[in-house]
């Protein structure tokens, strides 16, 4: 069955530091996946997309992820993180395009040290 | 703008009650979900519909009902509410595309007392 899983629940790094957050699915087929991110007290906003092509996505606010089959990988990075980053972060996965329907794994959340 | 509104915000109910948690969207989507969030679970998905008139059941929908009756509106209702359904709900919109990207609503805190 599809599945995400993102290994680290919590993830701390100083402002201006660079992050990665990482992501594993297990998916039969080709994966379109998804990282989007929970601010305090707001839904879910999508940071990127990947559909397959050019491995390395860019998102939102300087964020890129880069797709690797071999590792079946999906992780994030960003080259500085702002104290505005703080955020629960997820990784997900499209299980079917006609439903749409995605699953998400279990969060990371990211805090930035001052 | 084009939004995804729920209603309401916060909600405390007893044990056996029902409760109705409501979600409208401004987007035009065909698609609409609704998920609950917990710690270690990240979301899971409860139901979803393509359209007004439609629902489907999504990965765990026991003890939730839902109705879409119009293409603006998708509903989540708990006939008998029990306490492990305490959590954060979420309803979230998309197109009718392949692999759509899903726009959320601000989410419902629903405690079952």
């Known amino acids: 069955a599809q599945s995400v899983t993102q290994p680290d629940a919590r993830v701390t790094v100083s402002e201006g530091a660079s992050l990665q957050l990482r992501c594993k699915y297990s998916y039969f087929g080709t994966p379109y996946l998804f990282w989007y991110v929970q601010y305090p007290r707001q839904g879910l906003q999508l940071l990127l997309k990947?559909?397959?092509?050019?491995?390395v996505v860019q998102g939102v606010n300087g964020f890129e992820a880069e797709f690797s089959k071999s590792n079946s990988s999906f992780h994030l990075r960003k080259a500085s993180v702002h104290w505005s980053d703080w955020a629960v972060y997820f990784c997900a996965v499209s299980m079917n395009a006609n439903t749409n329907k995605v699953v998400f794994g279990t969060g990371t959340r990211l805090q930035v040290l001052p | 703008e084009a939004a995804v509104t729920q209603s309401p915000r916060n909600k405390v109910a007893v044990t056996g009650g029902k409760v109705t948690l409501s979600c409208n969207q401004t987007?035009?989507?065909?698609?609409m979900y609704w998920y609950r969030q917990d710690t270690g679970h990240g979301l899971r998905l409860i139901h979803y519909s393509y359209g007004a008139g439609s629902t489907e059941k999504g990965d765990i929908p026991d003890g939730y009902k839902a109705s879409r009756p119009s293409q603006e509106n998708f509903s989540l209702i708990l006939e008998l509410a029990t306490p492990s359904q305490t959590s954060v709900y979420f309803c979230a919109s998309g197109e009718r595309k392949n692999y759509a990207e899903q726009f959320f609503g601000p989410g419902t805190r629903l405690t079952v007392l």
């Open positions: 990947y559909y397959p092509g050019d491995p």
């Open positions: 987007n035009n989507h065909n698609n």
